[in-house]
T-cell receptor, first 116, second 112 residues
Framework: SQTIHQWPATLVQPVGSPLSLECTVEGTSNPNLYWYRQAAGRGLQLLFYSVGIGQISSEVPQNLSASRPQDRQFILSSKKLLLSDSGFYLC???????????????FGPGTRLTVT | GEDVEQSLFLSVREGDSSVINCTYTDSSSTYLYWYKQEPGAGLQLLTYIFSNMDMKQDQRLTVLLNKKDKHLSLRIADTQTGDSAIYFCAEKQNSGYSTLTFGKGTMLLVSP
């Protein structure tokens, strides 16, 4: 069965410090991968998605970036965090390609980031 | 345009039925989803419905789709305190991308 992992679970970082959040998926190959941010316990904002290694689409311009160095690894980064980067970051995967049966997404447990 | 709207809050008593509503704007949506998020956790897929269906039932959950009005609802029968969570509606447009558009979520509070 497929599982998705995120770490760390919680993170407190000062303004201006770098960020690296990691997401890995097991049990599937070539998944579509997604990074979302959820602020104030509400609303999911799609930040990035990837349909393959090295292929990243950005939905919202900001000081965050994403990379996919391996098939089942998705990393969210920042060189300098802002206060407004605080939130709950969720990684998700869906079945690969455009021939998926139903396109549903499966979410990881999330990372709570507090920028101080 | 792409927009999914939900009411923000619903409060019910244990044992009652809950109905969470959602409206969407893209008539080309192919799949519509309901996700549940418990406090501090990721989203869990509850159910989905294909756009050519009117209704789908899965145990205590009933999904109704009115494609003409672009209205989706989730009914939870015999609501329990463990059903307290945020419920997200999401749609998949009929495009080449696999992304979903989520509503802002409805917080369901079930009181004993």
């Amino acid at each position: 069965s497929q599982t998705i992992h995120q770490w760390p679970a919680t993170l407190v970082q000062p303004v201006g410090s770098p960020l690296s959040l990691e997401c890995t998926v097991e049990g599937t190959s070539n998944p579509n991968l997604y990074w979302y941010r959820q602020a104030a316990g509400r609303g999911l904002q799609l930040l990035f998605y990837s349909v393959g290694i090295g292929q990243i689409s950005s939905e919202v311009p900001q000081n965050l970036s994403a990379s996919r160095p391996q098939d089942r690894q998705f990393i969210l980064s920042s060189k300098k965090l802002l206060l407004s980067d605080s939130g709950f970051y969720l990684c998700a995967w869906s079945a690969p390609g455009q021939g998926a049966l139903t396109y549903e997404q499966y979410f990881g447990p999330g990372t709570r980031l507090t920028v101080t | 345009g792409e927009d999914v709207e939900q009411s923000l809050f619903l409060s019910v008593r244990e044992g009652d039925s809950s109905v969470i509503n959602c409206t969407y704007t893209d008539s080309s949506s192919t799949y519509l989803y309901w996700y549940k998020q418990e406090p501090g956790a990721g989203l869990q897929l509850l159910t989905y419905i294909f756009s050519n269906m009117d209704m789908k039932q899965d145990q205590r959950l009933t999904v109704l789709l009115n494609k003409k009005d672009k209205h989706l609802s989730l009914r939870i029968a015999d609501t329990q305190t463990g059903d307290s969570a945020i419920y997200f509606c999401a749609e998949k447009q009929n495009s080449g991308y696999s992304t979903l558009t989520f509503g802002k979520g409805t917080m369901l509070l079930v009181s004993p």
